[in-house]
């Protein structure tokens, strides 16, 4: 088996959601091990459980996961450090007879995967090899909207902020880089706010993390719209809105 299907998609598409659907699709018919593969380079990183959205426990019991709250949170890892990580456990799975399911990340580090960029070349190939099946999941901005509203109230009465200070407090000890902290949506917006206040990223009060809230939901939903930009920088991806839209494509592809 050296097929491979990726799954793009802006914030709160539920590419998790399509992944694991695929998975149980792919074994009951076709008897083939699906393992999935995190590709975005943020949840990789340990400990920042509230913030990032991953695989839960029924999830995990089912599936084969790799590269999901993996990397300490104290070195920063570069493109082709994260590509080089994924293609290892591609070809690690690829060699049991299994299929790679890749999940998420941004445009850019879902393509330097796809299109097997390397760090030596100063242009890339704009091909996708066709032993790939790329999806791209489709979500309308009210909807997107929603979703979010509802994603970033979750995270704040799950303690976003406590697990922010925590991270925080252990950036001078080296064990958390702070640069990773700017990158995460959530933590960025605490420290984009002391900043501005003049605070302690520590001693931030109720009206600031209300404004952080709703800051946070614009930023995360304009975000989301950039992204549902890039699909046309996929060659031949197919654009879904849920997992039925996917079996048909599923079942060309492997046979």
Same mark, same amino acid.
């Given at each position: 088996m050296n097929k491979i299907i990726a799954i793009y998609g802006p914030t709160t598409s539920n590419k998790l959601g399509l992944a694991y659907n695929l998975?149980?699709?792919v074994w009951g018919k076709y008897e083939i091990d699906p393992e999935v593969v995190n590709t975005d380079p943020i949840k990789a990183y340990r400990g920042f459980d509230v913030s990032q959205s991953y695989p839960n426990e029924n999830f995990k019991e089912k599936v084969e996961t790799h590269l999901f709250n993996s990397f300490p949170p104290n070195e920063e890892i570069d493109l082709f450090d994260f590509k080089q990580a994924v293609d290892e456990r591609v070809s690690e799975i690829q060699s049991r007879g299994n299929l790679p399911i890749l999940v998420g990340g941004s445009a850019m580090y879902l393509l330097a995967i796809l299109q097997n960029w390397q760090k030596e070349e100063k242009k890339h190939s704009k091909n996708i090899p066709d032993n790939i099946l790329v999806f791209g999941l489709t979500v309308s901005k009210p909807v997107m909207r929603r979703a979010v509203e509802k994603n970033v109230n979750e995270m704040f009465n799950? =303690? #976003?902020? *406590?697990e922010f200070k925590r991270l925080? $407090?252990? &950036? $001078? +000890? =080296?064990? %958390?880089?702070? +640069? &990773? #902290? $700017?990158? %995460? *949506? =959530?933590?960025q917006q605490f420290l984009e706010m002391a900043r501005v206040s003049k605070k302690s990223p520590l001693e931030l009060n109720k009206q600031d993390l209300n404004k952080i809230?709703?800051?946070l939901i614009k930023d995360i939903v304009d975000y989301g719209y950039h992204q549902t930009l890039n699909y046309k920088k996929f060659p031949g991806i197919y654009k879904i809105r849920e997992f039925n839209q996917a079996r048909q494509i599923v079942d060309k592809f492997l046979k």
């Open positions: 998975s149980k699709y799950q =303690g #976003l902020y *406590a925080f $407090e252990q &950036i $001078e +000890e =080296g064990s %958390v880089n702070r +640069e &990773i #902290l $700017e990158k %995460v *949506a =959530g933590y809230k709703k800051w």
